[in-house]
């Protein structure tokens, strides 16, 4: 599910990227808040289904639940209509975690910055984002806090 308001150029970029998977996209749904570009056009190439709202009521949290109710498949990816796979793998590695542990409730993509971030963006970009993977229990709860929660899911070149 990719929430969009004028997608952008780079918008085929990220469809291409999904399109290329190794494991074949079931549906790809596009919230779109009333885009003024060639957004829907561009999703139509590609076949994804269109759900239109109004930019009124776009929300981060309401959108996603939205995409998810219409979602008929056993796996749901959130995406933002910015975020470019950085390979191939990208959905395999995602839902690798549900196949090898029932307990897993969420599983994220690492966001990997277009520009090379500098100073303070660099600090949090890396302790958001780190290189390599990581599981979170609640035995993290302790040491981690809040952070045992967090979650950022986009994955951009």
Same mark, same amino acid.
């Given at each position: 599910?990719?929430?969009?308001?004028?997608?952008?150029?780079?918008?085929?970029?990220?469809?291409?990227?999904?399109?290329?998977? $190794?494991?074949?996209?079931?549906? =790809?749904? =596009?919230?779109?808040?009333?885009?003024?570009?060639?957004?829907?056009?561009?999703?139509?190439?590609?076949?994804? !289904?269109?759900? %239109? =709202?109004?930019? $009124?009521?776009?929300n981060h949290g309401a959108t996603r639940n939205l995409g998810a109710r219409m979602a008929d498949t056993e796996f749901v990816v959130f995406m933002t209509q910015d975020?470019?796979?950085?390979?191939?793998?990208?959905?395999?590695?995602?839902?690798?975690?549900? /196949?090898?542990?029932?307990?897993?409730? =969420?599983?994220?993509?690492?966001?990997? %910055?277009?520009?090379? %971030?500098?100073?303070?963006?660099?600090?949090? /970009?890396?302790?958001?984002?780190?290189?390599?993977?990581? !599981?979170? $229990?609640?035995?993290?709860?302790?040491?981690?806090?809040?952070?045992?929660?967090?979650?950022?899911?986009?994955?951009?070149?």
């Open positions: 599910m990719i929430p969009t308001l004028n997608a952008g150029p780079d918008f085929r970029l990220l469809l291409d990227g999904l399109y290329s998977q $190794t494991i074949k996209t079931a549906e =790809i749904i =596009i919230i779109d808040s009333q885009s003024s570009d060639n957004t829907v056009e561009t999703a139509k190439d590609y076949g994804c !289904r269109i759900i %239109p =709202i109004k930019q $009124t009521e776009f975020a470019i796979p950085a390979d191939q793998k990208m959905l395999e590695e995602l839902i690798r975690p549900f /196949e090898q542990d029932q307990k897993t409730a =969420i599983s994220f993509a690492r966001h990997i %910055p277009r520009e090379t %971030p500098t100073g303070w963006k660099a600090f949090t /970009e890396n302790y958001n984002y780190p290189e390599q993977s990581l !599981r979170k $229990t609640k035995a993290d709860l302790p040491t981690l806090g809040i952070k045992t929660f967090s979650a950022q899911m986009s994955a951009q070149q």
